[in-house]
């Protein structure tokens, strides 16, 4: 039995020689991706999803129009849904349901998708016991769809300029919610423009003439049962999109529009029917959904930068382009050290931002029991936390993607790739559930009070404990027995806390000279987000680290110590000039990073289809031409390339126009 379990009768025969150089078994590693039960519960689905008709594509999404895109995918939700007892083992298990939907619909997008992924649960956060026996079931259910409506047409970060108001009115125990202008308007949340019949609006709440700052509202838009806007309720799509062209983000208005007094979601605020007010325990409790969706996508860019990955990996071993040597004959393209320079980091990375996503959500999943218990202490950690994971990786993942797309050719190019549909979802978690550059700043103010901490002595979190640590003067790298990798990581935590001193003694500095805090902190915000990304590299880096450690079977501990070990020089000569301002490297440090990282290149190279199918993507889930488990990539473009609809006639009306 060969380790590598991919291998199928039919295969093209590049890939087969390719996938028997395996070292690992290439089932242990998914296990290590994924879990070993999640990984067998992925297995076991799509077996199931192949056999059942009604949740295929009826034709490639690429040659659809948005509309045709948005009915098959309400289509194949709802046959999703049908079928859901028979296809997953637990249908309150997040991950399994999200593969089921990966293979039947894609990432462009369903009508229940923010329900199931904000709405349902802001609502397990945020409603009190009442309002969840009221809401839960029939939104479990399917009785009501909702959405969470919070961006505004004229504001989205500044949370506090949110127009829409919800007015407190006593004699009738209701609240009047209102959009008083046109930058008002409800703009952006998905499934709101034609799908869903409730949202979860946030409104500025006002009492008896007192603004008391944005909360959460059960609003009903849709009538049940003719799907009608209600009376006082404008609603639409808001237009196509770069990509989640199969989802509808829409727009909304209200015009003094009323709801009973308990429809404010009151598990922390509350308010009366009198009016009284009570504050919640902590000011950041009512972000609970969006750090919920943080700790969840950082988890699913490391996905999509593993599908991209294998994609471009499984093409470069298909594709033969050029001879390394003269009349040896055309070489495969993965053979080229750029391109293997090109790919393999960021295979590196899918690879930590899903070991990442782990550690995030079970970060998460205290956090939430801790809140049941009425303590917050760790809210403040996993919010910063998520923060700067989320801007690193989705950036990282953009970035990562484009250099798998560059690294196909034209062909990578083509729709038939898949890399753009990917690309397009990935690239859209930089700007949504908090922009980065904003959730970096955030990170970083964070990262400030940690220094006062930490100059008293103090830790403010587990994350920023390092931060107590001495700064070693000079680099170990190159110093120590080769195969040593202690002062790489080392190296990471140097940089991350030399640029958090360096901008926290500056803006000091800047504010003894009479400088107000806040213009102090205008002058190095470029700084300061610098040393959020830098912490978070630390953070990624040290995950990785983690992740090697706890591997037990020797020959997957040895392929992915590879992998880590190529991330680590990568990433430290990604950002080595913060090493070099301080000398903390020396150039020759520098030159044996990069020698050890030529290096590990090749020792990656015959594991590096192994390394992808251990993802173990379906090709109904990577819908990409290119990137075919079995490699027979040529005959099946030509064959997609058939389906376009430009072909259904050779000479079609308007090409008469030009000749
Ligand atoms: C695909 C997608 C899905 C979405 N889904 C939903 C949804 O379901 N529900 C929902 O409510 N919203 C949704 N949104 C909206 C999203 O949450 C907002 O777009 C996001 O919060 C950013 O707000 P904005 O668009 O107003 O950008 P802005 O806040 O206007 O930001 C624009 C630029 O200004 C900069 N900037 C802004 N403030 C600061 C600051 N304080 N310091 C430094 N720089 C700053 C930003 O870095 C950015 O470069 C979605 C958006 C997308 C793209």
């Known amino acids: 039995m060969p380790l590598n379990k991919e291998i199928q009768p039919g295969d093209n025969d590049e890939l087969t020689r390719e996938r028997l150089q395996a070292t690992f078994d290439t089932q242990q590693m998914a296990a290590v991706l994924w879990d070993s039960d999640l990984a067998r519960k992925r297995r076991e689905l799509a077996k199931k999803v192949d056999k059942l008709t009604v949740l295929h594509d009826s034709k490639d999404m690429a040659f659809m129009t948005r509309e045709e895109k948005l009915s098959e995918n309400a289509r194949k939700v709802v046959q999703m849904f049908a079928h859901m007892a028979d296809i997953v083992e637990d249908p309150s298990d997040y991950a399994e349901v999200f593969h089921l939907s990966c293979n039947a619909i894609g990432h462009e997008g369903h009508p229940l998708a923010v329900h199931f992924v904000m709405f349902i649960p802001a609502l397990q956060a945020q409603a009190d016991d009442e309002q969840k026996e009221k809401w839960l079931m029939p939104a479990l259910s399917l009785q009501l769809i909702g959405t969470y409506a919070q961006t505004e047409l004229g504001h989205g970060t500044n949370l506090r300029a949110l127009e829409t108001t919800a007015t407190f009115d006593k004699a009738t125990d209701e609240f009047v919610i209102h959009t008083p202008t046109v930058t008002a308007l409800k703009w952006w949340p998905g499934n709101l423009g034609k799908s ?16 008391y700052g944005h909360h959460n509202f059960m609003v009903q838009i849709r009538d049940e ?11 639409g799509d808001i237009g196509p999109k770069m990509a989640y062209n199969a989802s509808d983000n829409g727009f909304l208005g209200f015009d003094h529009h009323r709801i009973p007094r308990r429809n404010m979601l009151m598990r922390h605020a509350k308010v009366d029917k009198n009016g009284a007010y009570t504050k919640p325990s902590h000011a950041k409790i009512g972000y609970s959904a969006m750090v919920h969706v ?17 994609i471009a990996i499984r093409y470069s071993l298909v594709r033969r382009q050029g001879e390394i040597k003269e009349g040896s004959g055309e070489v495969k393209i993965l053979d080229y050290q750029t391109q293997q320079h090109r790919l393999f980091p960021q295979l590196a990375r899918a690879y930590v931002f899903m070991f990442a996503g782990k550690e995030v959500r079970e970060l998460y999943q205290k956090v939430l029991n801790d809140m049941e218990k009425g303590e917050t202490t760790l809210l403040a950690d996993l919010h910063a936390l998520t923060s700067g994971l989320k801007s690193v990786v989705t950036h990282l993942c953009g970035a990562g993607m484009e250099q798998c797309r560059m690294a196909c050719g034209g062909h990578g190019y083509s729709r038939a790739s898949g890399i753009p549909e990917i690309w397009g979802v990935a690239v859209g978690g930089c700007t949504y559930e908090g922009e980065n550059m904003v959730m970096l700043l955030q990170l970083a103010r964070y990262l400030m009070k940690a220094v006062k901490e930490a100059k008293k002595g103090r830790s403010l ?9 001495p700064q070693d003067k000079h680099s170990l790298i190159g110093r120590v027995p080769q195969g040593e990798y202690g002062p790489h990581l080392a190296a990471f935590e140097h940089i991350a806390r030399r640029q958090i001193f360096k901008v926290a003694d500056e803006l000091a500095k800047l504010q003894d000279r009479g400088m107000s805090k806040e213009i102090a902190w205008q002058k190095k915000a470029v700084e300061l987000q610098r040393a959020a990304r830098l912490h978070t590299r630390f953070y990624l880096a040290a995950c990785f680290h983690r992740k090697v450690q706890s591997v037990v079977d020797g020959r997957i501990r040895e392929a992915l110590a590879d992998l880590y070990h190529l991330h680590l020089n990568y990433e430290l000569l990604d950002m080595v000039n913060y090493a070099l301002e301080d000398a903390y490297l020396k150039a020759d440090q520098v030159d044996f990073i990069r020698e050890d990282m030529y290096r590990l290149l090749e020792t990656i190279r ?19 031409v290119l990137g075919r488990r079995d490699g027979h990539v040529y005959e099946n473009l030509y064959k997609w390339a058939k389906e376009s609809e430009l072909n259904r006639a050779d000479v079609r009306q308007a090409d008469l126009q030009t000749v």
């Open 196 to 211: 869903s019949n409730h949202a979860i609006v946030s409104a500025n709440l006002i009492i008896d003439g007192k603004a």
């Open 225 to 235: 049962n003719t799907h009608k806007p209600l009376k006082g309720i404008t609603v």
């Open 294 to 310: 943080r700790s969840v996508m950082i988890g699913h860019q490391g996905m999509f930068l593993g599908a991209a990955s294998t």
């Open 461 to 469: 979190g587990r994350l920023v404990d390092y931060l107590l640590l």
């Open 606 to 624: 015959p594991s590096a289809i192994s390394l992808v199918d251990a993802f173990e993507f379906t090709d109904r889930e990577l819908r990409s």
